[in-house]
């Protein structure tokens, strides 16, 4: 199962999302962000750690604007609009 870590980026209020895995003997932290921008050791803190999908949404939402909006989308599924039928076109 996948577990989600937010981190506090050293130095600023900047947070990003971490995704790893639940163990037997806790869980696991992925080197970067799941939106790339962060390596792990830039790190000052876990604002929370080892928390499933819906429950880190609800987290990262309570903290505001602070979390990183590419972190948080990627919990979220993407909407792409299907391309027009060509006959439903007017020229």
Same mark, same amino acid.
């Given at each position: +199962? !996948?577990?989600?870590? /937010?981190? %506090?980026?050293? #130095?600023?209020? *900047? +947070?990003? /999302?971490?995704? $790893? %895995?639940?163990?037997? &003997? #806790?869980?696991?932290? $992925?080197?970067?962000?799941?939106? =790339? /921008? +962060?390596? %792990? !050791? !830039?790190?000052?803190?876990?604002?929370?750690?080892?928390?499933?999908?819906?429950?880190?949404?609800?987290?990262?939402? #309570? &903290? =505001?604007?602070? @979390?990183?909006?590419?972190? @948080?989308?990627? +919990?979220?599924?993407?909407?792409?609009?299907?391309?027009?039928?060509?006959? *439903? @076109?007017? &020229?």
């Amino acid at each position: +199962m !996948d577990a989600y870590t /937010l981190k %506090r980026r050293k #130095g600023t209020n *900047e +947070m990003h /999302l971490f995704k $790893g %895995r639940m163990t037997e &003997e #806790g869980c696991t932290s $992925g080197q970067i962000s799941v939106c =790339g /921008l +962060m390596n %792990r !050791d !830039d790190s000052a803190e876990n604002v929370f750690a080892c928390e499933e999908e819906q429950s880190a949404r609800k987290k990262c939402a #309570g &903290e =505001g604007r602070s @979390v990183c909006s590419r972190c @948080v989308s990627t +919990m979220y599924t993407s909407y792409t609009p299907a391309s027009p039928d060509p006959a *439903e @076109v007017s &020229e």
